[in-house]
Each structure stands twice: as C-alpha cells, then as structure tokens.
C-alpha cells in the first residue's frame, strides 16, 4: 500500500470517527501553524533545518483526537559542505489528551514521511525518503475560547542509525 493510500484511509476512518462521536464529546475542529527546529542526526552528521508546520485536527472523543501534519523546511543546515533541507513531512496522528483547565497535556502515536533534499558538490544533488511509525508529546494552553498556543516534541522518524526528531511551538485556532 503506498504512503498517499495509507493516509487517505486514515483520513478517512478518522472522519467516519468523528461524525459517529457524540455531540457532547466532541468539539470544533482545530488548525495550527507552529515553527519547527528538526534535528537530523546520522551517522557523523548532525544538522538542524527549520520548517514551517500546518496541522489540523479534531476531537472525536473526550480524550482522544486526530490529527494531520505537513511541513516544509524553510532554512537549511550545512555539515561536511553538503547542504541539507526538508523538503516536505507528512503525517497522521492518534492524540490522546488529558485536559486541566487551560493547559491539555496530549501524546501523539501515527505515521509520517518525509523527504529531505542533500545538495553537495562531491556526490550532487539527491532526495532521501523516508518513512516510519512515528511519536510525541506536547502541551497546549488556551488564550481564550479560540486561540490557543502549543509547544511538542515529536520523534519524526528512527530508521537504523538515520534519526529525525523536532521541537515544535505555535498557535492553535478552534472553529
């Protein structure tokens, strides 16, 4: 099954989720925009690009939700004069949550791919791609009945001695 089908399904079942959910439990959708600082470590190499990160979701139960990230990279790192970039993340989430007044403690368990552009003089220009079971955990404070602010890590992906992982802040907007 390719990553396009994979998430389409997910999407789609969440969706199916979310109508079957009961009024009382679920709430307004939500998006957020966060800046995003990845750290990609490999071996011998460690660069840290920037992105950009578009997330959405909804509740569809009263400690459970779901949600779908992108982000592209904004800022590139260089290391061993190859530079190197995010192109593009995708990724769908299970968020269990905990809520204590304002603050919501949440966890994030899904699948996510990204793909990162290498630019070097030695060997070129290439893509990697990757894939894997992805996690995280963040917390989000309400500024009032629609807005809301977010800070996360997330473990992008581990796949052998290949790891990605990101410290994410933001703000959070409720339909």
């Known amino acids: 099954m390719s990553l396009q ?14 109508a079957s959910a009961s009024a009382r439990d679920a709430e307004k959708p939500y998006v957020g925009v966060d800046f995003t600082m990845l750290q990609l470590e490999d071996v ?28 592209a990279g904004v800022s590139s790192d260089t290391v061993q004069g190859a530079r190197i970039n995010l192109n593009s993340l995708y990724a769908v989430y299970l968020r269990p949550q ?41 917390a989000q404070l309400d500024l009032g009945s629609n807005w809301a602010v977010n800070a996360s890590y997330i473990q992008q992906l581990k796949v052998e ?15």
Do not use: M
């Open 5 to 18: 089908k994979l998430l389409t399904a997910i999407i789609l079942s969440s969706g199916v989720l979310a």
């Open 44 to 71: 011998g190499i460690d660069v840290e690009p920037y992105a950009l990160r578009v997330r959405g979701g909804s509740v569809i139960a009263k400690y459970l939700a779901v949600e779908a990230h992108a982000a």
């Open 98 to 138: 905990v809520s204590l007044g304002a603050l919501h403690v949440y966890g994030l368990v899904g699948y996510g791919y990204l793909n990162i552009a290498v630019k070097d003089s030695t060997f070129g220009s290439y893509d990697q791609d990757e894939s894997d079971f992805t996690f995280g955990a963040g």
């Open 161 to 175: 001695d290949f790891q990605v992982d990101s410290l994410n802040a933001g703000v959070v907007y409720r339909f």
